[in-house]
C-alpha cells in the first residue's frame, strides 16, 4: 500500500539505426522536483518529461538521464577528410604568411567542426514518441522498485509500533507501583525533617495527590495508543502519506516526551526512554515515505 520515495528503472527503444535510453533515479524529498539530462535534442522535450513523472508521482527527487546513440557503430567521431582538408589550409597560410612553428593534433582538435555529431537525427515525432515509450518503462520500473521499498518501510514501522505498545503497556503496568513508592518517600521526607514535630495529616495527604497529579500521564498514555492506531490504518491506505505520518509521527513524539518529562519512577523513565527511541526510528523510516 505503502511506496518509499528510493527507486531505480531503466528503459531501452530502437531508434532507426540506433537505440535510445532513458534512466531515472529517485530519492527522497520533501516535494517533488524533477532533473533532466541528456542530448541536445532532448531539450525541447524536458516539460513532457517533467509532466510524465508528476502524473505518476508525488514527492521525491527524480533525475532522468536520456542516451542515445547508434548500435554497434564503432567509427571514428573525427571527420577525417575535414581535417585533411583543414591541415593542407593550415599549411598554405603557414608558408604564406611566414609563420613560425609546426601544424600540429594539438592544433587541429581545437577546430570542434571536426568533430562528429553522435546524436541521431531522425524525425522528431519518432524521437518524441520513442523516448516517451522508453520514459514508461523507466518509470514503470521504477514504481515498482518503490512499491518493494515501501513494503519492507512499512513492515519496519510496524515492528517500532510494537514496541511503542510494548513500552506503553510496560508503563502502565508499573504506574501503580511507582504512585506507592512516591508516596512512602514523600511521607518518610517529611517525617524527616519534622523531626518529632506533629504533621497535619490532611494537608500531607493534599501534598501527596498534587504530585501524584502532576505525574499523572494517563492521558498521554491514551493519545500515543490512539497514534499507533491511526498509523496502523494509514499504512494499510493507498495513495501519498508520507506527509501525514510525518505530523503523526511528531505528535508521537510530543505525547513521549511529556510522559518522560512526568515520570516520578527510575524503571518509568527507562520505559519512556525505549517508547521514545522507537518513535525516533519510525520517524527517520517515514523520511523516505512518499
Not at 22 to 32: D, I, P, Q, T
Not at 102 to 130: C, M, N, Q, W
Not at 140 to 151: F, H, I, N, P, V
Not at 228 to 254: A, C, S, W, Y
Amino acid at each position: 500500500m505503502m511506496d518509499s520515495m528510493t527507486g531505480y528503472g531503466a528503459g531501452e527503444r530502437p531508434l532507426g539505426g540506433a537505440s535510445l535510453s532513458v534512466e531515472a533515479r529517485s530519492v527522497n524529498h520533501r516535494y517533488l522536483e524533477v532533473s533532466c539530462r541528456g542530448p541536445r535534442w532532448s531539450l525541447a522535450l524536458e516539460n513532457e518529461v517533467r509532466e510524465a513523472v508528476k502524473k505518476r508521482f508525488s514527492r521525491g527527487r527524480f533525475d532522468i538521464y536520456i542516451r542515445s546513440g547508434e548500435e554497434g557503430n564503432h567509427a571514428s567521431p573525427i571527420d577525417a577528410e575535414a581535417a585533411k582538408s583543414l591541415l593542407a589550409t593550415l599549411k598554405s597560410l603557414k608558408s604564406e604568411l611566414g609563420i613560425a612553428g609546426e601544424v600540429d593534433l594539438s592544433i587541429l582538435t581545437g577546430f570542434r567542426d571536426l568533430i562528429k555529431s553522435a546524436e541521431p537525427e531522425p524525425d522528431k515525432d519518432d524521437l518524441r514518441a520513442v523516448l516517451m515509450e522508453s520514459l514508461g518503462d523507466a518509470l514503470g520500473a521504477l514504481g515498482l522498485m518503490r512499491e518493494k521499498e515501501g513494503d519492507a518501510l512499512a513492515e519496519d514501522i510496524r515492528g517500532h509500533l510494537a514496541a511503542v505498545e510494548k513500552g506503553c503497556g510496560e508503563i502502565r503496568e508499573r504506574l501503580p507501583e511507582a504512585r506507592r513508592l512516591l508516596t512512602e518517600r514523600m511521607r518518610e521526607r517529611i517525617q524527616e525533617i519534622a523531626q518529632g514535630v506533629e504533621v497535619d495529616e490532611g494537608r500531607l495527604e493534599q501534598e501527596m495527590i498534587y504530585a501524584a497529579e502532576r505525574g499523572d500521564i494517563s492521558e498521554e498514555l491514551s493519545r500515543l495508543d490512539s497514534h499507533v492506531v491511526q498509523f496502523r490504518e494509514m499504512l494499510e491506505t493507498d495513495g501519498p502519506i508520507g506527509r501525514k505520518l510525518d505530523f503523526l509521527t511528531q505528535e508521537m513524539n510530543r505525547e513521549a516526551n511529556t510522559i518522560s518529562s512526568k515520570s516520578i519512577d527510575l524503571t518509568l523513565t527507562q520505559s519512556a526512554v525505549e517508547v521514545k527511541s522507537a518513535i525516533e526510528k519510525i520517524r527517520e523510516q517515514v523520511q523516505n515515505v512518499e
